[in-house]
Each structure stands twice: as structure tokens, then as C-alpha cells.
């Protein structure tokens, strides 16, 4: 259904990417492109395209190492939401990156939170899609929560702080403040 596509930072899909990326994900969750090109052209992550046939219809941008893959970002263009995209694309994400961790994270479920019903949809569709809590999660920019979940359920977060440090040159931390907490 869906074809997986590396893609490089002179892509043209970058037009849609830009597009879909301001829409989808709230201001304070986007770090700017041009840092995310930057991390990709120094192989510290890639940007994938997903394509429909010829018809493109969104895109993950993943931070990755020798022993885990962790999904940063994946958006489906709105107009193609609700039509088995985000599943397909993770059962090809699990082929992609088979030899290591997958992982991703998502906001956790808050009574107080005005998306809350938003996050629970986000964990259950995860769920689904074979992704489990790792026992810890993430507290980032403007205290936001994140459940870190993976492929599997027992992974050391200290897998995750290693990958992020590298990530993360020093004079870039202040992208991504975080602290991770096991619950």
C-alpha cells in the first residue's frame, strides 16, 4: 500500500514536508528544518517520504544509531488521514529499521490536557501498531510529558540519552531540553 522513500535534503517533497510539518505538530513540539536538515545531512538522522503510488501523502524524519531507530517525527498530510497510512507506514518502519530498537514517543494522557481524548486515540493507535511503554518517559520544552514507547518493552533509557546526546551537538541542546523519568 504505502512505499518508504530516503529521501535527500534537496528533495522537492520538502515543499509538502514544510506544509504538513507546520500544520500537524503544535509550535512548541517543531525544531526548525533547517536543524533537522542539518542532523540528516550529517547522518545523524534521515527524512523518508511516503508515497501512495506516485502520490505523496507524508513523511518521518528518524534519529537513529547502530542499536536504535526512533521515530522524531511522522506525519500523514491531513487529507490523507483516516485511510490505514499511519499503520502501513509503521509495518514499514519495523521492516526498515528491523536491526534495532524501534521507538517513538507520545504525549502522555492528562485529565487536564485540552487533547486529552487526542493522546489516548495516539496510545491506543500505537498500541495497535505493536508499540509498548518502556516503563519511563520524557518531560520536555514547556514541561510537556512523553511516553516513550518502543517495540519492545524492556529498553534501558539510557539508550535513548545516549542517542539524543549524539543527536544533540552541545551548541544544540537548547532545541530540546528534556529529562526522562522512570515512571
Not at 514536508?17 to 512548541?28: A, C, D, E, L, S
Request: with cysteine.
Amino acid at each position: 500500500m504505502v512505499e518508504i522513500q530516503k529521501i535527500s535534503t534537496k528533495s522537492p517533497d520538502f515543499r509538502n514536508i514544510k506544509q504538513v510539518y507546520n500544520t500537524v505538530f503544535p509550535q512548541n513540539e517543531r525544531l526548525p528544518l533547517s536543524f533537522l536538515k542539518m542532523r540528516a545531512r550529517a547522518g545523524k538522522a534521515e527524512f523518508c517520504s511516503i508515497y501512495d503510488h506516485q502520490t505523496w501523502v507524508g513523511f518521518f524524519y528518524t534519529v537513529y544509531d547502530q542499536r536504535i531507530a526512533y521515530i522524531f517525527f511522522l506525519a500523514i498530510d491531513p487529507q490523507y488521514h483516516g485511510k490505514g497510512y499511519g499503520s502501513a507506514t509503521l509495518a514499514e518502519a519495523k521492516k526498515r529499521y528491523a536491526d534495532k530498537i524501534l521507538s517513538l514517543s507520545t504525549e502522555r494522557p492528562n485529565t487536564h490536557a485540552a487533547n486529552n481524548e487526542q493522546r489516548i486515540r495516539r496510545h491506543r493507535f500505537y498500541a495497535k501498531n505493536g508499540f509498548v511503554k518502556t516503563g519511563f518517559y520524557t518531560v520536555e520544552k514547556d514541561n510537556e510529558e512523553f511516553d516513550f514507547m518502543s517495540t519492545q518493552a524492556d529498553i534501558n533509557p539510557q539508550l535513548y540519552q545516549q542517542l539524543m546526546n549524539r543527536y544533540l551537538t552541545r551548541h544544540h541542546r537548547r532545541y530540546m531540553p528534556f529529562k526522562i523519568i522512570r515512571e
